[in-house]
C-alpha cells in the first residue's frame, strides 16, 4: 500500500507491521480476530464438507466453488475493514453483522 501511495510510510498504524494488503484485510492482529469470528459463524450455517478456512487467499481473493453469499460476506467483510479504519472504530464481529443487516435491507 506504501508503494503505491495509499498510505504514507510501510506500517501499520494499529500493530506496527508490514502494512501489505493481506496485512490490511487478514494478518493484522486487529482484523484477524473478525474473521477467525465471522468464519467460525459462517461455519456453523455450512455442512461439514463445504466448511471454509480463514487464509489470505481465500479474505483477499474469495472462495473458489462456493455459494456466493459466502464470498459475498467476505467482499462485506473487507468493505467494513475499511469504514472501520477510516472511523478509528474496533472490529466486532456483531457491529459486522448489524453492518450486514443494513446491507441486506438494501
Known sequence: ???????DDPFCDDCGGIDTWG????????????????FTRI??????????TVSETN???GILNR??????????GKQFIVYQKL???GFDCDAFVSYLQ???KM
Not at 1 to 7: D, E, K
Open 59 to 61: 479474505v483477499l481473493f
Open 102 to 104: 443494513k446491507i441486506f
Open 43 to 52: 461455519n456453523q450455517k455450512l455442512s461439514t464438507r463445504h466448511k471454509v
Open 87 to 89: 472511523n478509528d472504530a
Open 1 to 7: 500500500m506504501f508503494t503505491r501511495q495509499v498510505i
Open 23 to 38: 496485512h490490511y484485510f487478514v494478518s493484522c492482529d486487529y482484523v484477524n480476530g473478525l474473521w477467525d469470528q465471522l
Open 67 to 76: 455459494k456466493t453469499i459466502v464470498n459475498f460476506i467476505i467482499l462485506a
